[in-house]
């Protein structure tokens, strides 16, 4: 077979896979942005963007890469086959190019090095919040503390799960939240899907030298479900929450709320209650809307000893 007639068909081939891989990217309905995330899933805060940037970029990259390692190994296999008996011309010690084989490498580790150290700051940074919210977990409950609010009896508003309710850790989107997580028994982990983020939670995390503060701003409105992801005993997998995002006025309105006395009851607002008075549809709603409520009974009770 000549020359010509093997580039002729290679290049037929490389027309016909074009073609097929343009068919098969349209037949899958997706946007240029769902491509580009490379399976990424949606985030709902700044830093789950950022990861994202990471992700798309560092895969950006890695097909460069293939492209070019491909290209160095289907050239000479096509272009260079043996065409006689004739011992082609050897070479060795080329330091130009050995050059260059150590020093693209180096580059390419080091930009992805300080891409990776740029989002991870990003996302540990921290910065005066708006709010404080402390997350209490244990055996196999947890508990929302807002140490900056206070009941009319003195103490810090707290929402704890039930037997009907899930636990709702209410937060307002748009503005910068501070976590502050520990646990009174065993490990645990603080872990909402939509923030790309998930960080352990450990008993005296003062005594254990772990990092047990991060913050975030949730972007939109919504209902996101929480969950443990650590193994932590018998109903580790019942050990749900859920993160309640209101727009900031709202969010307002339910932090006073809890800082008051229901006439109905002559107790402090419960979460459900304040919800309840807010009315704003599917959002201040006491039931749960991304997972389900577990049995409390259990477990002893909240680490303040009170259900709210």
Known sequence: MSFGVMRTRLTRLAKVSGLVGLIGFAATGCSVSEVLKFGWPDGITPQAERMRELWTWSAVAALAVGVAVWTLILWPTVFHRKRSEELPKQTQYNVPLELIYTAVPFVIIAVLFYYAVTAQNFVH????PDLAVEVVSFQWNWEFRYPDSRTPDGEAVSTVGSDTEIPLLVVPAQRLVEYRIRSTDVLHSFFVPEFLFKRDTFPNPEKNNTDNVFQNTVDREGAFVGRCAELCGTYHSQMNFEVRALRPDLFDQYLRLRTRTNPDTSAPYTA???????????????????TRPFDTSRQAQSVTGNRR
């Open 272 to 290: 459900s209650e304040a919800l309840a008075e807010l009315g704003c549809g599917e959002l201040c709603t006491p039931e749960a809307i991304t």
């Open 125 to 128: 940074k921290k910065q005066q």
